[in-house]
C-alpha cells in the first residue's frame, strides 16, 4: 500500500488535473478525485489493477510508459485518445518519473471541450474556403462541358455512319456524368422546405431504405428516445444525410460484418456554431468496424476524400451541407473497433 502523507494527500486531492501514480510494473498505487471521474472508477476498484486492464485503447503507445520508468526522461503528448469501458476522453498527457518513490506519475488534462469548439471553428472556415473553391471549379468546368455536350449533339445530326454515332453517344454520356458529378460536389444551394416532422420517422425510413441492400452479418439496431418533439426540418434532406452516414458505416463493417447503433437522446445546453440551444435533437450513428484512419479524421467531410477504393468522397461532405442547412452540426469520434458520428440539430419551440 502507498503511504502518503496528509499534505501530500491534500495537494493530490485538490488538484483539477487527473494524477495517477503507477508503480514500476504499471499497476495503479494511487488516483485522486479527477482521476476517479475520468477514469470512470472509484479508487477502491482502481488501487493494484493494471493500467491496460482499464485503458481499452489509446492513441499513445503505452510501452512508452515503460521507457520512462527505465530511463526517467519524461514526456508530454498534447493529444491522447484514451478509450475506457463506457466512455472516450481526449487528454493531454504528462508522465514523469518520481525519483525517491520508484513511482511513475501521469498528469492528464482533459481537453475535449477546448478541441471540439476550436476544431469546430477551423473546420467550418476550412468548409467555407472549400466550398468557394468548388464553387469557381464547378464554373470552370460546367461552362466547357456545355459547349462540348452541345457540339457532339450537332456533330451526331450530321453522321451517317450509326457506328460514328456511337462514339458521339459516348461523348455526351461522360459529359452529362461529369456533370452531374460537379453538381454532387456543390450540393443543395437552396434551404429546402422545412415542416414539422418526427425526426424518428425519418430514422426509420433510412433503417428500410439500409436493409434493402444489407449484407449478411450487418445488423442495425435503433434506441429512441420517444420524447424528442417533431421539429421544423426538410425530412427529404435529413433523410439523405444520415442515408450517408448509415451507408458508410455499412461500407466500413464489409464482409466482415458488424453492428450499426442509431440512437437519438435530447441534449441541454448545446453549443452549436457558437450559439447556445436550451435543448437539441442529439443523434448517434455507432458502428464496431475498423475505424477511420486517424490521418482521416481531420479533412472527414472535405469533398473527395476518402479511405475507401473507388470511394467519391462526397457521402459526407453532403450530410455535413444538409446538417449545416438545419443549422445543426455533425461531429466524428473513431478507434479500432469504434466509430460514432453524433449530429446535433436545435429544438426550437
Known sequence: MLEISGLERLVLENQVTAIVLLDAELKIQYVNASAEQLLGQSAKRLIDEPL???V??????????????????????????????SHHALVELSATRIQNRSLLMLEMRAIGQQKKISQELYQHAQQQAAKELV????????????????????LEKELVNPELKEFTGIIIEQADRLRKLVDRLLGPQRP?????????????????????????GISVERDYDPSIPDFE?????????????????????????????????????ATIAGQRFKLAAEIRIIDNGPGIPTE???????????????????GLSIAQNLINQHKGKIECASWPGHTEFTIHLPLRR
Open 52 to 54: 491496460a486492464t482499464q
Open 56 to 85: 481499452k485503447h489509446s492513441s499513445l503507445d503505452l510501452g512508452k510508459l515503460d521507457t520512462v520508468c527505465r530511463s526517467g526522461q519524461s514526456f508530454t503528448d498534447n493529444e491522447v485518445t484514451l478509450v475506457f469501458d
Open 135 to 154: 464553387r469557381g471549379l464547378a464554373h470552370e468546368i460546367k461552362n466547357p462541358l456545355g459547349g462540348l455536350r452541345g457540339a457532339a449533339q450537332l
Open 192 to 216: 429546402g422546405l422545412h415542416e414539422l416532422h418526427n425526426v424518428h420517422s425519418v430514422l426509420e425510413k433510412v433503417r428500410q431504405l439500409v436493409k434493402l441492400d444489407l449484407p449478411e
Open 233 to 269: 426540418m426538410d425530412h427529404e434532406q435529413l433523410l439523405q444525410a444520415f442515408l450517408n452516414i448509415v451507408q458508410n458505416a455499412v461500407q466500413a463493417l464489409g464482409e466482415n460484418g458488424g453492428n450499426i447503433n442509431i440512437i437519438t437522446r435530447t441534449a441541454h445546453q
Open 296 to 314: 482521416l479524421l481531420d479533412t472527414l467531410f472535405y469533398p473527395m476524400v476518402t479511405g475507401r477504393e473507388g470511394g467519391t468522397g462526397l
